[in-house]
């Protein structure tokens, strides 16, 4: 079993800066895609950020040049460091593990989620 936990949300002003991290246990992080989600109040939960096993990223449109995703396979933990913050940015975030444990099983994991409000 895999368990995902995040830290590093808060409160911070527009313009501002926060690290997320997300600790995983278990012996699969290295192996696995990792991802940042976040879902705003009222909202679909969306895609921020990706990471491959093979340090490949991806980031949605809303945070590129702001956002940063990385990982530290020895230290199982993802991060994602967040600048120039916008209210916009306002959620809950949300750390994920994807990994495939069979030729047609792609396993899910999902942290409890993290609040981020952006405000003055």
């Known amino acids: 079993q895999v368990q995902l936990v995040e830290s590093g949300g808060g409160l911070v002003q527009p313009g501002g800066s926060l690290r997320l991290s997300c600790v995983a246990s278990?012996?699969?992080?290295?192996?696995?895609?990792m991802a940042w989600y976040r879902q705003a109040p009222g909202k679909q939960r969306e895609l921020v950020a990706t990471i491959t096993r093979g340090d490949s990223t991806n980031y949605a449109d809303s945070v590129k040049g702001r956002f940063t995703i990385s990982r530290d396979n020895a230290e199982k933990t993802v991060y994602l460091q967040m600048n120039s913050l916008k209210p916009e940015d306002t959620a809950v975030y949300y750390c994920n593990a994807k990994y495939r444990s069979t030729i047609v099983t792609m396993d899910d994991y999902w942290g409890q989620g993290t609040q981020v409000t952006v405000s003055s």
């Open positions: 278990g012996s699969i992080f290295s192996r696995s895609t």
